[in-house]
């Protein structure tokens, strides 16, 4: 998580969808973020939203990875 939203790494459940996901990307776009999703299962389709409240975190990436290098 990055000031209390979902960030890259992080594994999500998309309330809008019924699906998990894990957070590929999020990027700046007009003065929002745009969060990047794709499935932990199945064909790699991605979507996205601009709505981080539809996103629950299920387990951030220091949960699943403790040490791993922090970039952010």
Request: glycine share 6%; hydrophobic share 40%; aromatic share 10%.
């Amino acid at each position: 998580m990055k000031d209390g939203k979902v960030w890259v790494g992080d594994e999500v459940y998309d309330e809008a969808t019924g699906s998990a996901a894990m957070v590929t990307d999020v990027r700046e776009r007009r003065r929002e973020r745009v969060y990047v999703l794709r499935p932990l299962f199945g064909p790699m389709v991605t979507w996205s939203t601009t709505d981080a409240e539809r996103l629950a975190l299920v387990r951030s990436r220091e949960d699943m990875a403790p040490g791993w290098p922090d970039w952010r």
